[in-house]
Every structure is written in structure tokens, then in C-alpha cells.
């Protein structure tokens, strides 16, 4: 065994280092909590600058669909990204599982790879799971991002849904596809979206082979996300916080995500230029930026690339 495949196999969690190294090569890991099995991916940074950074992606990304964002992220510390249980290649899960399950399986999964804190990075549904994790397991938060992260199911996707089920009985996936695209794309005229045919094209196919190939999956994710509480009023850490969106998002519009940053005592908001929800597809490079200097302690009032950083107002959520 090589010195570096040494130095690779110990530094998931390494000690925080003042420069970095060429990352390791990307591990995959089986993992298993209360029967279904679900996996996650793991590139370790030997001479990390920041604690791992963890990536809770959409309930339509998986583990593989954050090669770019890793690729940049990794320069800085360990990136570990993950397919929970009902999604990616993981097991189907029914939807009587909710946030609270797919939480605590986050729990499992740091514990596995003995990981005591971590920078959680939770974008659209991976975001619900984070803020629950937050504020049932703060023990192992160092930072957390939001992205994209509302505290209500938006009325576009449950009518979505709705449609979802009356085009699956017909056969019509191609209608599917592209009305999912419309849901989570803003309206072309709205304003400037970087990469915007790209990603549409992009979105079209992984819908259209979701709505052939993994329907089952995808009915049952979208069961359980009406069928839960995507929100409770629990207490959250003091840790700093970052909620993000893109600045034309109409599916978790500003103003939502605004509002899941004044639940915390430390958080910040900002929206992404010529972005809308898809911002993490459409502007990866600068979503990388943004989020490594979060996670660095960096983060300026003043980006190129985002309008305002704000410090976002505290209103926490009244009992009851």
C-alpha cells in the first residue's frame, strides 16, 4: 500500500491543514439503517482547510450529480455526498418513512464514517432533511447551508403532483417531464438565467426517465413529502447559517428562504445572480465559491456573483 492511499484511507476527518492537496480518489459506501440500504460517496481531502462538507441533494439529484460542485469543494476539505434511503441507488422507501427517518439516517451515516462535525449542505428537499437533522442532531453541525429550503410544500409542486398522477394513469411521461421542468424553472421572461437551455435539457431528461424508469420511487417521494410535516417549530443551534436561493427561484421564492433564515440566531441570506432554483446546475461554479467560503469563515457582504448578503433578522417560531 502506497503513502498516499494511507494518508487517503485516514483523511476523511483529517486535521484541519493550512494548504490543501490533489484530493483522493472518490470511495463509495455501502451503508444499512433499520433494513434498507442506502450508499454514500467519499472524497477525502488529507490536508483539509475546513471540517467535511456534506451534501444533501433534491429529491431528483443523487450522489453523482455533484462531481463539479465536489471537484472545486474538495480543494478545501473532504466532500461527502449521499443517495438516502429512496433515492438514487439506495432501497425504495415507503412514504410512511418521513424527514425524520431520512434525518436520522444522517445521523447513521456520520457515525459510520466518524465524522464528529461537519458543514451540512442542504439544497431543495435535501434542505428540509437538513434543518430537521439541525435541529434534531446539533451536536455534529459546524455550519449549515440551506439552499433553496422553504418551510412549506409550495402549491407548484403539489399541483404538480396532482398532474403527476393523472398524466402517469394516461402514459403521457413526456407531458410529465416537461411540466416537472416548468415547476422547477422560472418562466423564461422572468429575467436572465444562466445556462438555462442546457439545464432545461438536462432537467427533461432525468424527469422523463423518472416518470418511465423510476416511477414507483418517484410516486412515493412525492407521497412523502405531502404526506409529512417538511417543517416543526423544534429548537435549532446557534451555528452559523447560510440560506441561499437563486434570485429569480418562483418555486422556493426569496422571500421563503428569507424567512428559514430568521429561524436561527446567526444566519445570513443572499440570492445568486441569473439564477433560479436550479442555481447549484445553472452557476456551479460560483454556488461551489459561495459555499466553500462559507465553510471557511469567508463568506463578504459583497460577491460579484450575489446581490446582498444580508444578516438576517432572528424570528424565531412561537410555541404551539
Not at 63 to 85: E, F, M, N, Y
Not at 131 to 151: I, N
Request: net charge positive; with cysteine.
Amino acid at each position: 500500500m502506497s503513502v498516499r492511499s494511507v494518508a487517503c484511507r485516514d483523511a476523511v476527518d483529517a486535521p484541519l491543514s493550512g494548504a490543501s492537496e490533489v484530493p483522493c480518489a472518490p470511495v463509495d459506501r455501502g451503508l444499512g439503517i433499520e433494513g434498507f440500504r442506502y450508499s454514500c460517496r467519499v472524497v477525502a481531502q488529507p490536508a483539509a482547510r475546513v471540517r467535511p462538507v456534506v451534501i444533501l441533494g433534491g429529491s431528483e439529484q443523487d450522489k453523482s450529480s455533484w462531481a463539479p460542485q465536489t471537484k472545486l469543494l474538495s480543494s478545501l476539505g473532504t466532500v461527502v455526498t449521499v443517495d438516502l434511503p429512496g433515492y438514487g441507488d439506495a432501497d425504495f422507501l415507503p412514504a410512511r418513512h418521513g424527514i425524520d427517518f431520512l434525518a436520522r439516517a444522517v445521523a447513521h451515516m456520520l457515525g459510520e464514517l466518524r465524522l464528529e462535525r461537519v458543514n451540512l449542505v442542504g439544497v431543495c428537499y435535501g434542505g428540509m432533511v437538513a434543518l430537521r437533522f439541525a435541529q434534531r442532531y446539533p451536536r455534529f453541525l459546524d455550519r449549515l447551508a440551506l439552499v433553496g429550503t422553504r418551510l412549506t410544500i409550495p402549491a407548484a409542486f403539489a399541483e404538480m403532483a396532482r398532474r403527476f398522477e393523472e398524466l402517469r394513469a394516461l402514459g403521457e411521461n413526456e407531458r410529465i417531464a416537461a411540466i416537472m421542468v416548468e415547476t422547477f424553472m422560472s418562466p423564461p421572461g422572468l429575467g436572465r438565467v444562466r445556462r438555462r437551455a442546457a439545464v432545461s435539457r438536462l432537467l427533461y431528461r432525468q424527469f422523463l426517465r423518472r416518470a418511465t424508469q423510476e416511477a414507483e420511487a418517484a410516486v412515493e417521494n412525492i407521497a412523502r413529502l405531502l404526506g409529512h410535516d417538511v417543517y416543526r417549530p423544534l429548537p435549532v443551534p446557534d451555528v452559523p447559517v447560510l440560506a441561499v436561493t437563486g434570485e429569480y427561484d418562483t418555486l422556493c421564492a426569496p422571500a421563503t428562504v428569507r424567512e428559514v433564515a430568521g429561524l436561527f440566531p446567526s444566519a445570513s441570506f443572499t440570492t445568486l445572480r441569473e439564477a433560479d432554483h436550479l442555481m447549484p446546475l445553472e452557476r456551479p461554479a460560483e454556488f461551489a465559491d459561495l459555499i466553500g467560503r462559507f465553510c471557511a469563515g469567508r463568506l463578504r457582504d459583497e460577491l460579484p456573483y450575489c446581490n446582498a448578503v444580508e444578516r438576517a433578522v432572528h424570528r424565531p417560531p412561537r410555541p404551539g
